[in-house]
């Protein structure tokens, strides 16, 4: 299965989650919900994964945590806040290169139509 093919699953999976709870629940909350929807779907999802990372002669075990990890492929970077900044999408990215993953989902879940508050992030994909 391809990143796109998995993105695909994921906004289905998204869009249905939003209507079904709404906006304005915690990030956490939205987080649980999705990872058991695509695990349902069959999808290979891991949650809050360390990933480190070393700068120099600096090593850090936990350089980062990634929201939700699909088939070991796509990041999924959830957020619940009024909008999204630039800072967010320049975050998704930077795990992507240092992940040396292709591929990126930031899904704002406070929005009244999740269409409009779900972003692709390409790391030379």
């Known amino acids: ?5 998995i993105s695909y699953k994921i906004i289905g999976a998204s869009i249905e989650l939003h209507k079904a709870l709404g906006p ?4 956490s909350v939205y987080e649980e919900s999705l990872a058991l929807d695509l695990r349902a779907s069959g999808l290979k999802v891991k949650q809050q994964v360390s990933v480190p990372m070393s700068y120099k002669s600096l090593n850090f075990e936990r350089g980062f945590r990634l929201d939700l990890l699909v088939e070991d492929m ?3 970077e959830i957020k619940s806040v009024q909008a999204i900044l630039p800072v967010h999408k320049s975050q998704l990215l930077t795990y992507l290169r240092l992940s040396d993953r292709r591929l990126g989902l930031l899904i704002n879940f406070n929005s009244k139509v999740l269409k409009e508050s779900i972003h692709r992030i390409a790391n030379g994909l």
Request: aromatic residues 0%; proline residues 0%.
């Open 24 to 27: 304005g629940l915690l990030e």
């Open 74 to 76: 796509v990041i999924i």
């Open 1 to 5: 299965m391809t990143e796109n093919e």
